[in-house]
């Protein structure tokens, strides 16, 4: 047992060292380290313009995207040196965070379903951040029950018209594509009639509207389709095939590994050593120190179970269920760690203005975005379903809608 | 990185996983549960025959040498297992001790029939209720005499010599450590009723025993704290072979049992409980590994990384033993099924060596020094 690197994983460690200490933009590094939750800090600097820019040189040194193939603006690299990269890029990572459903989700689902042509087209400028791309999934009917999205797509000709709406979507309103899942076939059961196609989000017919979020932010949208036209070439797997493409997506989404998710730990650690309570300082406090010890071991929990992980990808193979439970874990801890250093500031904590709250609001800032963290991209409630059903071999849920077509589906008020 | 036991570790795993499976089953456990007898002796016997109370005593004393990596996973198959047997007094906690202060002439004289298993050791520490504190303690030694209580002592019964922490100064860090032999007309020792009848619990008076000095005198809590870190890593993987095995139970029995014409397993209140029991087991593990890489390195990060380990496997051992009981409904309370057993040996284990939220201070102290450094 040891956390050395094989001498092939130290050299391509070397190798990405002495790239990232001659290129890596420094003059970024302190307002980035300075980042709240949820919220990249680039200084003066404008965010899009520092993350394209960054993605650019990555790509044209291949560091973008490196595990895809090199003729797709990829390096040909293994899962580990992959993991090496992200270990190595550090803090500079969260430039990439605009990019990151293009080239953690719709990437890998191109890669699988598109044509070459299309590949060869697309995939380069995605990985180089020329272009963005966005995941057009859930509906206002469908969220955790994606199978229930009714956005419609109608065959005319050689091509398809969608009509509908899609909601949540992160990043529409700075993308350039998108993938879509549709309904092609509303007189067969849910998970039968759904086809996936990727488009344009500058294709006529298209409206991206803002949401305003609980933290103030506007990182998601409302897209509504009137007519809009989407060639048949553009299509991702067969007509009904849809829920399984859209499987190879969401795979991806949960496959994601590094040094184990955040969940605020050292942040909050730093604060109770040097806050200043009545009684002295609040990590002397004992009702505290049993919380504290109990997020450290989640956290510590969460970086090893990575390098459980981590070790897996190394022996060249695929990382076992540990690397289901992060983020389940680190959303509720992040959350409680928030409320507990809210807690000790009293009635200051109330206050989000950097210059006036403890720890520059960072905590603020993670209290208003931590509930979305156990609501994207899987909730808790159905990442435990995934736990019980895959890792534990548990029997399904009862369901209402199993064998029914989906147009006699039942629907409640909220839909 | 290679953050995973070798394929050789693996190998010893499964073949103490084997023997136990075989002759440590339910019914073997409840001889001691049930019976009058202390610990399994047929266990016992099986495990000294494989060799493996020497497994992290070096050659020269008589162990094989293999290590502590291998020694995890010992710990780990015999958590599962409920083994009612005094391995941990034995092995983690009395022969780390010799390893720790004790002289050449001691290691020589003593370790050899530890790792043979011919004898079998325990650490007497606790006098009162309360935390474990060397200024609680008050039996006295002088000259090589003890006079005074310990209780509760792990294996007070069974053992054939304790190693006792005895006050030999007026500062409150002013203990010593004493191998003594239980087999002399000045000890008395009376078996004590506990939680979990399948391990000894017990009271032992010294009325003027002789002992031998181990270590430096009045340093013998530093001696202590060393080998509480080594333990708290072995007990943690006791815990999680425990915790995984319960976890265990309550899947398997979730599947076979109906309630309203299906599975009761896939019910959500059951099926969510149940991920939750997996992803405290999972990180209980996760910290268990990085304890038993900090322990088979001898790392400086020793100390926070066997806190870390010990209270994640506490927790992981009492959360899945509990909800394995709640899974199996009233069957799960019944003297029959083996749910209490886990339930019975997590919360005994939760207490020794210091209780949870002993280490839970502990570990946030530790945190505290490594931050400030
Ligand atoms: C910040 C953010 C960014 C997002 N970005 C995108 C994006 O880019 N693209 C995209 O397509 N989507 C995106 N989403 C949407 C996200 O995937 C969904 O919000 C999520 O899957 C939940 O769906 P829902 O909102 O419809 O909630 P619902 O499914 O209505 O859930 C409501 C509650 O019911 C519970 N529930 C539902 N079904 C079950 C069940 N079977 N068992 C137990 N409990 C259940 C849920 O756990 C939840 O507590 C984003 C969401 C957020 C918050």
């Known amino acids: ?415 | 990185m290679n953050f995973e036991f070798s394929e050789d570790q693996k190998l010893l795993k499964d073949q103490v996983r084997r023997f136990l499976d075989d002759k440590c089953a339910s019914k073997d456990v409840r001889t001691v549960l049930d019976g009058a007898a202390t610990y399994n002796e047929s266990v016992w016997n099986g495990l000294k025959d494989m060799g493996l109370m020497g497994t992290a005593i070096p050659e020269e004393y008589g162990g094989s040498g293999a290590g502590y990596l291998e020694l995890c996973v010992i710990a780990e198959e015999l958590g599962r297992a409920v083994a009612p047997v005094p391995f941990s007094s034995s092995i983690y906690l009395a022969a780390e001790t010799l390893l720790v202060a004790g002289t050449e002439e001691q290691k020589q004289a003593h370790l050899p029939k530890l790792a043979a298993g011919d004898k079998i050791a325990t650490l007497a520490i606790s006098e009162h209720s309360g935390r474990l504190d060397p200024s609680t303690l008050s039996l006295k030694a002088s000259d090589g005499t003890l006079k005074g209580s310990k209780s509760p002592v792990v294996d007070g019964s069974i053992a054939d010599l304790a190693i006792v922490v005895a006050r030999t100064g007026p500062s409150p860090r002013d203990v010593s450590l004493y191998l003594v032999d239980l087999r002399q007309d000045a000890i008395s020792r009376k078996t004590l009723d506990s939680i979990d009848p399948t391990r000894d619990l017990a009271e032992i008076a010294f009325n003027e025993a002789s002992g031998e000095l181990i270590g430096e005198p009045n340093r013998g809590w530093d001696v202590i704290e060393k080998v509480f870190d080594r333990g708290a890593v072995l007990f943690a993987f006791e815990q999680l072979g425990g915790a995984q095995k319960a976890l265990e139970s309550a899947v398997d029995y979730a599947k076979e049992r109906y309630a309203f014409g299906r599975p009761i397993g896939s019910f959500q209140a059951v099926k969510h409980m149940l991920a939750d029991m997996y992803v405290s087991a999972e990180l209980a593990r996760s910290n268990c590994y990085y304890g038993a890489w900090a322990l088979s390195t001898d790392a400086p990060e020793l100390a926070e990384a066997a806190a870390t380990a010990r209270v994640a496997a506490t927790k992981a051992y009492q959360h899945c033993s509990k909800n394995n009981i709640q899974t199996h409904g009233g069957m799960g309370f019944t003297w029959e099924f083996d749910c209490h057993l886990h339930y019975r040996r997590s919360n005994l284990l939760a207490l020794v060596i210091g209780s949870r939220s002993q280490w839970e201070d502990q570990l946030i102290d530790r945190l505290e020094a490594r931050n400030a450094a």
């Not at chain 1, 250093?341 to 006036?356: E, I, R, Y």
């Open chain 1, 1 to 415: 047992m040891d956390f050395n690197d094989t001498p092939q994983e130290a050299a391509f460690r070397k190798e990405v060292r002495a790239w990232l200490d001659a290129n890596a933009p420094t003059e970024l590094k302190e307002p980035l380290e300075s980042s709240g939750f949820g919220n990249t800090n680039v200084g003066d600097a404008d965010i899009m313009e520092v993350s394209k820019a960054w993605q650019k040189k990555k790509a044209d040194a291949g560091w973008a995207c490196l595990q895809w193939p090199k003729e797709y603006g990829g390096r040909g690299a293994t899962p580990i040196e992959r993991v090496i990269w992200s270990q190595e890029e550090g803090v500079y990572a969260a430039l990439s965070s605009v990019f990151l459903i293009g080239q953690g989700m719709c990437g890998p689902t191109m890669m699988a379903y598109a044509s070459e042509e299309h590949k060869r087209h697309y995939l380069p400028k995605l990985a180089s951040g020329e272009e963005i791309w966005c995941q057009l999934f859930s509906e206002p009917a469908g969220g955790s029950d994606l199978a229930g999205l009714r956005t419609k797509a109608e065959k005319d000709g050689d091509d398809w018209v969608i009509n509908g709406q899609k909601i949540w979507t992160s990043g529409a309103h700075f993308s350039d594509y998108g993938i879509l899942i549709t309904r092609t076939d509303p007189t067969v059961p849910k998970h039968k009639g759904l086809t996936m196609f990727f488009l344009s989000m500058k294709s006529p017919g298209i409206e991206i509207r803002p949401i305003k979020q609980v933290n103030g932010q506007s990182g998601f949208n409302e897209v509504y389709f009137t007519d809009v036209r989407i060639p048949d070439h553009q299509r991702l797997g067969d007509v009904g095939e849809g829920w399984k493409v859209s499987l190879t997506t969401l795979m991806n989404e949960r496959l994601s590994i590094g040094a184990g998710m955040p969940t605020g730990f050292p942040e909050m650690f730093e604060l109770a050593r040097s806050f200043e309570t009545v009684d002295g300082p609040a990590i002397k406090d004992k009702a505290l120190r049993s919380r504290l010890a109990d997020w450290h071991v989640k956290t510590n929990g969460l970086k090893y179970s990575a390098a459980r992980s981590i070790s897996a990808l190394s022996r060249g193979e695929t990382p076992g269920p540990e690397a289901s439970i992060g983020k389940l874990v680190a959303g509720t801890t992040m959350q409680d760690i928030a409320q507990a250093a809210l807690d000790l500031q009293g009635l200051s904590g109330a206050l989000t203005d950097p210059d006036h709250a403890d720890a520059a609001a960072r905590f603020q800032a993670m209290l208003l975005r931590s509930p979305a963290t156990r609501v994207e991209g899987g909730t808790d409630e159905i990442l435990r379903n995934i736990i019980a059903e895959r890792v534990l071999g548990l029997p399904g849920d009862m369901r209402a809608d199993k064998d029914v077509p989906f147009n006699e589906i039942p629907t409640g008020k909220a839909n």
